[in-house]
């Protein structure tokens, strides 16, 4: 079961002027399922992107990143679940650009202006004859798709599920420059999750009016403040994609400087939008029991506090020590000794669990008894602090921790 993850309602959710979906059933993987999904965009929606860093990026991240950068217009996304076509050579490429072109031959559009999206089991080829046969149902469903309601955003959330466990989906409403903007964006992801990114797909989309020249960076800022600083299992996926769209149906005047009074508005209501799919992918970690928030202070810079961070919140030891409640924090210190900070002074070393001081001045504090580790263990929320001792940097990581249910799930993924 996921950890404290509620299941979203479509009554929660706000469509985005501009933005149509369609979701079907064309038995990718698995028949009587949702697992092909189209977004199809009005002329003149701006769109960001990041992917996965991955050297293995798969087929369609590839051709993602070859059309974003083509300079036509983005019209359509069209996302399978259920196969990656990573892994898949040359034939996953054609594939990947044969869906594009299937899909903008229905549309009148250039293959350019379409991006594809795969998530699911990797090396194998991607069933062309069911996703190909599929794409006038979805087509169909984006017809009937009313853009002021979330029914079909919820829809598109179950219809890119994989091991998820539960939908992930959310929404906001915000002001910039005296007009009503609104957001809604979906996620994908619960193994196969490190930063740069995760196994996931992101899906954000709002009215407000941003110039081209701003997603970019508007993209890589949102997925550095949220799925950049998640963690379930230390691997990165070949398939990772966090796609932000920006309709300009809201009516403020474009947004071209991020560092500007709206540019600041527009990422103070989004980032908690990203964060809060970010953290469903952590709380619906596959097998996990804890949501884990490991906070690093007093570093000399941001990196050395992310190796840190990363550090502990990868450790299989630390994440299984979770998982059984079992107050064994010796494990968190070796994981912050084998960082890589080659100067760093132990003695400085401050540990908090929860509430709990746990170590000062790299040792035991006196006051430590396990009975109250033991108490933050047994909680399904813990935040773990660590300070250096050695600058005014601090960042956070979000984890989960090992169950025996995360060998099972992967076990059996294939099966």
Same mark, same amino acid.
């Given at each position: 079961?996921?950890?404290?993850?509620?299941? #979203?309602?479509?009554?929660?959710?706000?469509?985005? +002027?501009?933005?149509?979906?369609? =979701?079907?059933?064309?038995?990718?993987?698995?028949?009587?399922?949702?697992?092909?999904?189209?977004?199809?965009?009005?002329?003149?929606?701006?769109?960001?992107?990041?992917?996965?860093?991955?050297?293995?990026?798969?087929?369609? =991240?590839?051709?993602?990143?070859?059309?974003?950068?083509?300079?036509?217009?983005?019209?359509?996304?069209?996302?399978?679940?259920?196969?990656?076509?990573?892994?898949?050579? &040359? #034939?996953? @490429?054609?594939?990947?650009?044969?869906?594009?072109?299937?899909?903008?031959?229905?549309?009148?559009?250039?293959?350019?202006?379409?991006?594809?999206?795969?998530?699911?089991?990797?090396?194998?080829?991607? #069933?062309?004859?069911?996703?190909? /046969?599929?794409?006038?149902?979805?087509?169909?469903?984006?017809?009937?798709? !009313?853009?002021?309601?979330?029914?079909?955003?919820? @829809?598109? +959330?179950?219809?890119?599920?994989?091991?998820?466990?539960? #939908?992930? /989906?959310?929404? %906001?409403?915000?002001?910039?420059?005296?007009? %009503?903007?609104?957001?809604?964006?979906?996620?994908?992801?619960?193994?196969?999750?490190?930063?740069?990114?995760?196994?996931?797909?992101?899906?954000?989309? %709002?009215?407000?009016?941003?110039?081209?020249?701003?997603?970019?960076?508007?993209?890589?800022?949102?997925?550095?403040?949220?799925?950049?600083?998640?963690?379930?299992?230390?691997?990165?996926?070949?398939?990772?994609?966090?796609? =932000?769209?920006?309709?300009?149906?809201?009516?403020?005047?474009?947004?071209?400087?991020?560092?500007? /009074? *709206?540019?600041?508005?527009?990422?103070?209501?989004?980032?908690?939008?990203?964060?809060?799919?970010?953290?469903?992918?952590?709380?619906?970690?596959?097998? +996990?029991?804890?949501?884990?928030?490991?906070?690093?202070?007093?570093?000399?810079?941001?990196? &050395?506090?992310?190796?840190?961070?990363?550090?502990?919140?990868?450790?299989? @030891?630390?994440?299984? +020590?979770?998982?059984?409640?079992?107050?064994?924090?010796?494990?968190?210190?070796?994981? =912050?000794?084998?960082?890589?900070?080659? *100067?760093?002074?132990?003695?400085?070393?401050?540990?908090?669990?929860?509430?709990?001081?746990?170590? !000062?001045?790299?040792?035991?504090?006196?006051?430590?008894?396990?009975?109250?580790?033991?108490?933050?263990?047994?909680?399904?929320?813990?935040?773990?602090?660590?300070?250096?001792?050695?600058?005014?940097?601090?960042?956070?990581?979000? !984890?989960?921790?090992?169950?025996?249910?995360?060998?099972?799930?992967?076990?059996?993924?294939?099966?």
């Amino acid at each position: 079961m996921p950890v404290l993850l509620d299941v #979203p309602a479509a009554s929660d959710l706000r469509g985005i +002027a501009g933005v149509r979906i369609g =979701v079907a059933q064309a038995g990718i993987r698995k028949p009587n399922r949702y697992d092909l999904t189209v977004f199809l965009l009005d002329e003149g929606c701006s769109v960001g992107a990041v992917f996965t860093q991955n050297r293995y990026a798969a087929a369609p =991240v590839q051709v993602c990143r070859e059309h974003l950068g083509s300079g036509s217009g983005i019209r359509a996304m069209v996302i399978n679940t259920g196969n990656a076509n990573a892994g898949t050579g &040359e #034939p996953g @490429l054609v594939d990947a650009r044969q869906t594009c072109h299937a899909l903008a031959r229905a549309l009148g559009l250039d293959h350019e202006q379409v991006l594809p999206f795969s998530t699911g089991v990797i090396m194998e080829p991607l #069933p062309m004859d069911r996703l190909l /046969a599929g794409l006038p149902a979805a087509l169909e469903s984006a017809s009937q798709h !009313t853009a002021t309601t979330g029914d079909q955003w919820l @829809l598109a +959330a179950q219809g890119i599920m994989t091991t998820d466990t539960l #939908p992930k /989906a959310c929404s %906001t409403q915000f002001q910039i420059a005296d007009h %009503t903007v609104v957001a809604t964006g979906i996620a994908k992801g619960a193994g196969m999750i490190r930063p740069n990114m995760a196994t996931m797909l992101g899906f954000l989309a %709002t009215d407000a009016a941003v110039s081209p020249e701003a997603m970019g960076p508007l993209a890589r800022r949102l997925a550095d403040a949220s799925f950049n600083r998640i963690t379930i299992d230390g691997d990165t996926s070949t398939n990772d994609s966090f796609v =932000v769209v920006a309709t300009g149906q809201a009516g403020n005047p474009p947004i071209t400087d991020l560092d500007g /009074a *709206d540019g600041n508005a527009l990422l103070a209501a989004l980032t908690p939008v990203a964060r809060q799919l970010a953290h469903a992918i952590v709380r619906d970690g596959e097998g +996990a029991t804890k949501f884990i928030a490991v906070r690093v202070n007093g570093g000399a810079s941001t990196d &050395e506090c992310l190796k840190v961070a990363y550090a502990v919140a990868h450790s299989p @030891l630390v994440k299984t +020590a979770f998982f059984a409640s079992d107050p064994n924090l010796g494990r968190i210190l070796a994981a =912050v000794g084998y960082a890589g900070i080659s *100067d760093l002074d132990v003695s400085r070393i401050e540990l908090h669990l929860g509430d709990v001081h746990v170590v !000062t001045g790299g040792g035991r504090h006196p006051s430590y008894r396990e009975a109250d580790g033991q108490r933050v263990m047994n909680q399904p929320e813990i935040l773990v602090q660590i300070g250096l001792g050695r600058g005014n940097a601090s960042e956070t990581v979000w !984890t989960c921790d090992f169950s025996h249910d995360y060998v099972t799930i992967n076990a059996d993924y294939r099966s």
